[in-house]
């Protein structure tokens, strides 16, 4: 299926299997690719050259990633209550998916 660069392809984080220098490894095998998604973050953006890879937003819980086959976006949900309070938040899980990023030489733009 062909898809166009303003076709939007979402996911849970849960989705999310890896994240290495390449990009991001879904569960279903797609590969956010980093390369692809800096040039076109870039290219949207009036950019030279850009870190960037997409664009997170904590408030709306989602990371937006530019690929040549569309706009990819991982989105974050709050657990029950109690998963919260004890376990990892939503805004913990979120900013350690950012850190993985930055650690492999990229960055998302926070548009909160």
Do not use: W
């Not at 989105?75 to 998916?97: A, C, D, I, Q, Y």
């Amino acid at each position: 299926m062909n898809r166009a660069l303003t076709d939007i392809i979402q996911y849970p984080e849960k989705a999310v299997s890896d994240i290495n220098r390449q990009g991001i490894v879904l569960s279903d095998g797609t590969m956010i690719n980093f390369k692809e998604c800096q040039k076109n973050y870039a290219a949207r953006n009036n950019c030279a050259i850009s870190k960037c890879v997409g664009d997170r937003n904590i408030d709306e819980g989602q990371f937006k990633f530019y690929c040549d086959k569309g706009t990819v976006v991982i989105e974050f949900k709050k657990e029950t209550f109690l998963k919260e309070l004890f376990g990892n938040s939503m805004p913990v899980r979120f900013h350690e998916m950012a850190k993985r990023i930055q650690y492999n030489g990229f960055t998302t733009f926070d548009i909160t």
